[in-house]
């Protein structure tokens, strides 16, 4: 079963647009949830995180909003430029950890493009 | 300054043969985590080293999977046995965990593509 879903795999918007991608989860025991975006033949790159007592986290152009009761994320990129075109991972900890992240768990993935 | 090294970039073996891969993780991070990702999935974990505290190997899908890391630093993951279907891009990840502050970030490295004929 699958605990962190990305259900869209690809989105594509226009360069200076707002890109919005998806995340749910399952599990009532994460408390921690981040984005990574990965350029092809790279590892994933940590981009931005929210704990779940908070709602909003917004960093420059990044906002990643969560919403507890409905157990979704998302991420919102405005305005979105070319060069975020990438895959875009969603993931989640569980509170059971301590200092460390420890055991991330990730969606598929949703790739975007963003055209000039 | 380096971020996480992985080696070799690919690898191409027989099925039946044995594997190693290795990571070096960013100098001084105590924690440091092993992922795969096959072909369109997701990251999966596989193991967590957390200083000199016994590794959390509840992601190991088999007993031919293991992974050791020596002094607190360089890691090893060994795949005995390989079969087709643990193709995959096997990825490292370090970060400080610093005990008793918020979670940090960890530092992915450029994977290891495996390729099991």
């Known amino acids: 079963d ?24 399952t599990n009532s025991m994460f408390d921690y ?21 908070k709602d909003k986290n917004e960093d420059g152009r990044f906002t ?13 990129i405005v ?21 460390s992240q420890g055991n991330l768990i990730f969606g598929k993935g949703t790739k975007l493009s963003v055209k000039p | 300054g380096a971020g996480v090294s992985q080696s070799p970039s690919n690898k191409v073996t027989e099925k039946g043969k044995d594997v190693e891969l290795r990571c070096d993780p ?3 991070h105590t924690a440091l985590y092993w992922y795969r990702q096959s072909l369109g999935q997701g990251l999966e974990f596989l193991i967590y080293f957390q200083g000199n505290s016994a590794p959390d190997k509840s992601g190991l899908p088999s007993d031919r999977f293991s992974a050791e890391r020596t002094g607190g630093s360089v890691s090893t993951l060994t795949i005995q046995r390989t079969q087709q279907e643990d193709s ?3 990825l490292c990840a370090s970060s400080l965990a610093p005990a008793g502050l918020p979670r940090d970030t ?7 593509r495996l390729t099991v004929l």
């Not at chain 1, 990643?64 to 919102?76: E, P, W």
């Not at chain 1, 979105?80 to 900890?93: E, H, I, R």
């Not at chain 2, 960890?106 to 290891?112: A, D, K, L, M």
């Open chain 1, 2 to 25: 699958q605990q962190v879903k990305q259900n869209s795999p690809s989105l594509s918007v226009q360069e200076g647009r707002i890109s919005i991608l998806n995340c749910d989860y």
């Open chain 1, 33 to 53: 949830f981040l984005w990574y975006k990965k350029y092809p033949a790279e590892g994933p790159t940590f981009l931005i995180s929210i704990s779940s007592i």
């Open chain 1, 64 to 76: 990643v909003f969560l919403n507890k009761s409905a157990k979704h994320l998302s991420l919102h």
């Open chain 1, 79 to 99: 305005p979105s430029q070319p060069g975020d075109s990438a895959v875009y991972f969603c993931a989640a900890s569980p509170k059971n950890y301590g200092g």
């Open chain 2, 26 to 28: 960013i100098s001084g």
């Open chain 2, 88 to 90: 995959a891009v096997y």
């Open chain 2, 106 to 112: 960890q530092y992915f490295g450029p994977g290891t």
